[in-house]
């Protein structure tokens, strides 16, 4: 039995596959394998070796309740581990007219899945972040039968708030809501990544594009409003669907798969792409849907990288250098040559020069600094997060398919590799990451107690795959 991921980079190979469809049915599952591995999976869109299952595979998409409380002061939702987000909102939106802090590009993903691997959008903390507590199943340690309990406090929750699978079968996730609001938003090129920087007081929900091969930055400048909905919503609605997820995606298939051609690219991506952003249409709609766009319409892998406020300029000419060095004659300024060397990366490098175009705008979002042990956005060292801690994760995306998707994972090892040892840049855990982790760890302050913790949860590992063994091994 195989199952792909969204990407067709990752290849499941359980040996049994269930979709229990309540607590009981769980526990009964785990007691039935007890001392096998176990894997729990949501809508398998991540893109990294985190899905790896050759055990027994949980698919929780029948528990998918949706809860609105209004019991206490706060705004609550209590949710399945399998629902959806985009039923979630959907849920929340009938129920109380509420709806999530923060939501990523896309709604596709389980809640149970999206936090587990800190899923995030832009200008909030990652969905992990908002969890109030969540319900799991695994072993008890004394008896070796499965048991449930609920964690909703001290560093045990903030260990699970994050957990890559690690810390048992969750069952249950109730998340801090809140009521729907309205975002403005519109877009505006800038020469300077600073002048970019300058504008998210105005707009703090604010993601923006770094173009390749035009070097410019498109930002997506957004803002909460109290206003209602712009007349025009549904024709800007209509122009993002035709232009971006449609036109855009369309154009790059055909220059990456049938035109293959780098100059054609680059041109493209300097003259044509440009011209399909129409600049300074400020229009304000649902937070719901200004947020979301259809990014799974096409295939694609990604990787995304995640640096500090302080290190984003350096890391942004970086990634410039690496990507003209890839897909140009562009030799690198000595400056960046160092970097490599520092990086111990410079023999990769020169097997990667001239192999690898890059054919898509990097998204960067800024990503609060979280309260959890191991989200790529917690705090860099152990003291009480600041503004200055707020990170920016910048998103590589890549539309060849099989063997000719090659040079894509090589860059994703150069890049998450070269930009960790340079930067303490973090790879997000649910997109291509390293294949050994021991250098990954060392980036987390806090990633000796989520390791002790998972062990006192899951003393054998029972819920861990063999890709987490570096993880979870001192280097
Ligand atoms: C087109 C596309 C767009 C994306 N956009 C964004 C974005 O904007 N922002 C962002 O941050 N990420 C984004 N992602 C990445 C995605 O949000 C994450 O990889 C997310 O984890 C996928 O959720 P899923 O439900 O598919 O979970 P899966 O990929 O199936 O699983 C992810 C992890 O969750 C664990 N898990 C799932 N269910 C359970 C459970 N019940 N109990 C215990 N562990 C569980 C799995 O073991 C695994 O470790 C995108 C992915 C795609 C394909």
Avoid at 164 to 175: E, F, N, W, Y
Avoid at 184 to 189: A, H, M, N, T, V
Avoid at 237 to 251: G, M
Avoid at 263 to 283: D, E, H, K, M, S
Wanted: net charge positive; proline share 4%.
């Amino acid at each position: 039995m195989s199952h792909d991921n969204f990407g067709r980079n990752v290849v499941l190979q359980p040996k049994v596959r269930y979709t229990p469809e309540n607590d009981a049915e769980v526990l009964e599952i785990l007691n039935r394998h007890q001392g096998e591995q176990i894997r729990s999976v949501g809508r398998l869109h991540s893109w990294s070796r985190v899905l790896e299952s050759e055990g027994v595979l949980l698919d929780l998409r029948k528990m998918n309740h949706v809860r609105c409380l209004d019991e206490s002061a706060d705004h609550r939702v209590e949710v399945g581990a399998g629902c959806q987000i985009k039923r979630l909102l959907s849920e929340m939106s009938s129920q109380k007219n509420w709806t999530l802090p923060s939501v990523g590009f896309i709604t596709e993903q389980t809640i149970a899945g999206a936090i587990a691997t800190g899923t995030h959008g832009s200008g909030r903390n990652t969905l992990s972040h908002y969890v109030l507590s969540l319900r799991i199943a695994h072993y008890d340690v004394e008896t070796g039968r499965a048991v449930i309990r609920t964690i909703s406090a001290g560093e045990e929750l903030l260990a699970v708030r994050c957990s890559l699978g690690c810390s048992g079968v969750i069952l249950q996730v109730t998340m801090l809501a809140r009521p729907a609001y309205q975002v403005e938003e519109c877009f505006r090129e800038y020469e300077v990544l600073s002048s970019v920087l300058a504008a998210e007081k105005k707009y703090p929900l604010q993601q923006f594009y770094f173009l390749p091969w035009r070097w410019t930055f498109f930002a997506q400048h957004r803002r909460e409003v109290e206003s209602t909905s712009s007349w025009t919503l549904m024709l800007y609605q209509l122009y993002r669907f035709l232009a971006f997820d449609i036109s855009l995606h369309l154009l790059i298939l055909f220059l990456v798969r049938l035109l293959r051609s780098p100059t054609a690219i680059r041109n493209v991506f300097r003259c044509v792409i440009p011209l399909t952003v129409i600049r300074g249409w400020g229009v304000t709609g649902p937070s719901n849907t200004q947020l979301v766009m259809e990014h799974e319409l096409f295939r694609c892998v990604e990787t995304e990288i995640f640096v500090r406020r302080d290190q984003l300029p350096s890391a942004l000419e970086y990634v410039r250098e690496v990507l003209q060095c890839l897909g140009s004659s562009h030799g690198g300024t000595s400056r960046f040559l160092s970097m490599v060397s520092q990086a111990g990366c410079d023999s990769l490098l020169q097997q990667l020069r001239g192999q690898y175009c890059h054919h898509y705008p990097i998204c960067v979002r800024r990503v609060l600094s979280d309260e959890t042990l191991i989200s790529p956005a917690c705090p860099d060292d152990s003291t009480a997060a600041t503004s200055s801690d707020d990170w920016y994760a910048m998103t590589f995306t890549n539309y060849h398919r099989g063997k000719a998707r090659q040079p894509f994972d090589a860059l994703a090892e150069f890049l998450t590799v070269s930009m960790g040892r340079l930067f303490r840049a973090r790879p997000h855990w649910g997109k291509i990451c390293p294949d050994n982790l021991s250098e990954t760890r060392r980036l987390y302050p806090r990633m000796q107690q989520f390791v002790k913790i998972c062990q006192r949860i899951d003393p054998d590992g029972a819920f861990r795959n063999r890709w987490m063994s570096s993880l979870f091994e001192e280097g």
